[in-house]
């Protein structure tokens, strides 16, 4: 069975085909990125690699090409209406080349918002492979956990860790995140199913201040702080204004628990249990 990883060459992707490359042979996997550069050391492994760029529909297609199992990881660029349409591109090009079946990363608690990129996006390609006629599966992860590691290592440094209070979420890794798709697209069936890859708890920012000062030793001040506070130092980057409004949504959906689910489903698909946050952040802040 042929295996096709899009954006190889980012974080997430790479560490998919590293995964995939413990569960199949080096010629089955189709590595697809806009910069087959960066994939020299797959190549020596014996892994295809392809170039493929979202915003080429054709070019897609001969990337796809001889792929039976495709698993799209969703593009980075956040201006209005873009992603959507690199992702209907993608899920067209599979459909022309006859891929016959797709996966999809998507977001627990994906939501039609037209302030909100992030979600909006990630509910219209649901839809669009939903009704492409393909075999789809849908991977719906929570947050990233990795998004910790900076605040940990601040807290530490400051004696406070700062950040909006509100309902816990279920903070998945992207290494567990990544072993949960390979297993998913390297193995048969799946199709008509949505798993969502999430950790093995559900905390709340008050915890994690906890966590981290019992891993540190230090006493560590939890400081809540409010969505203008984050709105403005966004603001203050000079970040897109579709960038800030999705940044301060997704965070918004957060707090309000759009992220408060546990489920075990990257065990089930990776074959090993999620990290959990003491686990992560100790691992953190000792490499810090």
Not at 141 to 161: E, F, I, Q, R
Not at 180 to 203: D, E, K, P, Q
Request: charged fraction near 15%; hydrophobic fraction near 45%; proline fraction near 3%.
């Amino acid at each position: 069975m042929i295996v096709g990883i899009t954006g190889a060459g980012g974080q997430l992707g790479g560490a998919l085909v590293q995964y995939a490359l413990g569960r199949t042979a080096a010629s089955n996997i189709v590595a697809i990125t806009r910069n087959p550069e960066k994939l020299e050391a797959f190549l020596k492994q014996g892994v295809q690699v392809r170039a493929g760029d979202f915003n080429d529909g054709a070019g897609l297609k001969a990337a796809f090409a001889g792929v039976e199992r495709l698993i799209i990881i969703p593009t980075t660029d956040l201006t209005p209406g873009v992603r959507i349409r690199q992702h209907t591109n993608a899920i067209q090009a599979a459909k022309d080349a006859g891929v016959s079946h797709a996966i999809y990363i998507s977001t627990v608690s994906p939501r039609p918002d037209s302030e909100n990129m992030l979600l909006d996006s990630h509910f219209a390609t649901e839809q669009a492979l939903i009704g492409s006629g393909l075999q789809w599966t849908l991977l719906r992860m929570s947050v990233y956990m990795d998004t910790l590691a900076d605040g940990a290592k601040k807290a530490v440094a400051s004696g406070t860790y700062a950040a909006i209070p509100g309902a816990p979420a279920a903070y998945v890794t992207r290494d567990d995140l990544a072993a949960a798709a390979a297993g998913l697209l390297c193995s048969a069936g799946h199709a008509g199913i949505t798993y969502h890859a999430t950790g093995r708890v559900s905390v709340t920012q008050q915890e994690i201040a906890d966590t981290i000062a019992k891993i540190s030793g230090k006493p560590i001040a939890f400081s809540a702080t409010t969505q203008e506070q984050q709105r403005a130092g966004l603001e203050a980057a000079k970040l897109p204004l579709f960038v800030v409004n999705s940044v301060v949504g997704f965070y918004a959906a957060l707090r309000a628990g759009a992220f408060d689910l546990v489920t075990g489903d990257v065990e089930r698909l990776a074959g090993k249990a999620a990290e959990l946050p003491a686990e992560f952040l100790r691992k953190a802040l000792r490499a810090g």
